[in-house]
């Protein structure tokens, strides 16, 4: 694999194809993408897809689709190939295996036997004395010939990395100077699985080294992991790329974004509605501002005058009342009236999706001012429910559950169309022992704020996965407020519950 020019500046994003495509992503993508173009550089995509549990080629291309939809263009990647290929690591197996030979040849890592009892033994035992679960390097001690031969012989087996037992991992971040890590804190990180599969850790190392990555950009919460990065690289006499960590978006309450208390999709700001134009343009906001203070840039303006020393550190706020105020501001100030009707119809005002509704609506229609209420929610972010009609003909509470239930079911389904969204409530019903005329008017009232309303599989499926799911977790929050959500320790409960009934939920 013949390398490029070091000198040539080339950043990354590397996401997992585990769900659906995150403003965290687009986020991290953005600083990427203009630290690149400002100094002449290359911003490079790459899938790492070595959870096979998880990982879609559907999430992949969601992820291809939302990044495509904010405009932030990538100049290698899975789609459009490159030098340094392939883009994708479940292409890049072989390539992990002669690096894990060479760490097992040279000590920077070793074979571990234990078995999954041990290990979960150790971790009950370590937590019942108050501390930091991590491997205790028992296999650590094991002769390199007899624990070679034992993997020889079928044993299964992971590869961990060989953590020194004294002293501290120093390392330079470009917004945070020095950092200092003691090694007692650093836990022996399995870099193979016993399925031969790679572990991000090692996988990231070798593929930024091999694509010549020279900045990496990414979020604080991998500050931690900058040791056992640090080690590989000098494991394998390589030199370590610069870091930038970027802090993490938060929601208001300066939690950690997530989607249980905002939306995080792409997708969902996409269907409700914004430009993505203001998306990028907040997205840069959270971090960053334009040495003249503006408010509305592109992400040419940006490139441009970016200079990374301008990050702000605090913990930026994803606010979505700003981002639609931004949104608003857009679409005031930057459009005139043909580029806003043009906006309308390819965002919904368009043939093809009102003719993907014209079928439901008909059987209903008496007039043509019939069709604005029947599919107003189609066309809404949120809708307006109260605690009264989302319970339905369940008790407040059981309706609570239900919808959680619900939720984590749909978050399983690959294919969002009419039948298999069907399925899920069928299944549903199934499972709790309840008839589909007693489950559905809460679902009803949940997506389409009414109890009477367009057929509500084929709408959901019209209406989109994100917004759909987005309606569900409204919805429990307006049971939550009148006092019959569920608690920590009722969502603890439920979530054994579900495990036993329905599965293993993704998250």
């Known amino acids: 694999m013949e390398n490029i020019a070091q000198s040539v500046v080339r950043t990354r994003v590397a996401p997992s194809p585990t769900g659906d495509p995150h403003v965290g992503t687009a986020y991290m993508a953005l600083f990427n993408l203009v630290f690149a173009r400002k100094h002449g550089g290359q911003f490079i995509l790459r899938i790492e897809d070595t959870d096979r549990a998880r990982s879609t080629e559907g999430s992949e291309k969601a992820i291809l689709d939302s990044l495509g939809w904010l405009d932030l263009q990538w100049d290698e990647g899975p789609d459009v190939g490159g030098d340094l290929g392939p883009y994708r690591q479940s292409e890049r197996l072989d390539i992990y295996e002669v690096h894990v030979q060479k760490l097992l040849e040279n000590g920077g890592a070793y074979r571990c036997f234990c078995s999954s009892e041990r290990l979960s033994d150790l971790r009950s035992e370590q937590m019942a004395r108050k501390e930091t679960p991590r491997y ?49 804190q650093v836990d ?117 005058t970016f200079d990374h020393s301008r990050i702000s550190l605090g913990g930026p706020i994803f606010d979505v009342s700003k981002l639609k105020w931004l949104n608003g501001r ?71 559950r239900l919808i959680k239930i619900a939720e984590w079911e749909l978050e399983k389904l690959r294919e969002w169309k009419g039948e298999p969204i069907g399925n899920v409530f069928n299944r549903i019903a199934e499972i709790e022992e309840l008839k589909l005329k007693q489950l559905m008017p809460t679902f009803f009232v949940a997506i389409t704020g009414s109890s009477v309303s367009l057929p509500l599989f084929e709408a959901m499926a019209i209406l989109g996965p994100d917004l759909s799911r987005t309606r569900l977790r409204l919805a429990l929050e307006v049971l939550s407020e009148a006092g019959h959500g569920l608690s920590k320790k009722g969502l603890k409960s439920l979530e054994k519950e579900y495990q036993a009934k329905y599965g293993n939920r993704i998250d």
């Open 330 to 400: 857009y679409l005031r100030e930057q459009l005139s009236a043909n580029d806003l009707l043009a906006r309308l119809g390819e965002w919904k005002f368009n043939d093809e999706f009102l003719g993907k509704i014209l079928p439901l609506a008909l059987p209903r229609l008496e007039t043509f001012s019939d069709f604005s209420p029947l599919a107003s929610f189609l066309f809404s972010e949120k809708v307006g429910i109260d605690v009264d009609s989302i319970s339905g003909k369940l008790e407040p509470t059981d309706a609570s």
């Open 136 to 184: 205790d390097g028992h296999c650590l001690s094991l002769d390199p010939e007899e624990a070679e031969e034992r993997g020889s012989n079928g044993t299964p087996y992971v590869v961990r990395l060989n953590v020194p037992t004294e002293g501290e991992c120093i390392f330079h971040d470009e917004l945070r100077d020095e950092i200092r890590i003691a090694w007692s």
């Open 188 to 304: 022996h990180q399995v870099l193979r699985k016993s399925d031969g599969f790679p572990t991000y850790h090692l996988a990231n190392v070798v593929d930024d080294h091999l694509m010549n990555i020279t900045h990496v950009i990414r979020g604080e919460e991998w500050i931690n992991s900058g040791p056992k990065h640090i080690l590989l690289y000098e494991a394998f006499g390589w030199e370590p790329p610069k870091f930038i960590h970027l802090p993490l978006l938060r929601n208001p309450d300066k939690s950690k974004l997530s989607k249980r208390k905002n939306p995080t999709s792409i997708f969902h700001y996409r269907d409700a509605g914004f430009l993505p134009e203001a998306v990028v343009n907040y997205l840069g906001m959270m971090a960053y501002t334009l040495p003249d203070q503006r408010e509305i840039f592109s992400i040419s303006d940006m490139s441009e």
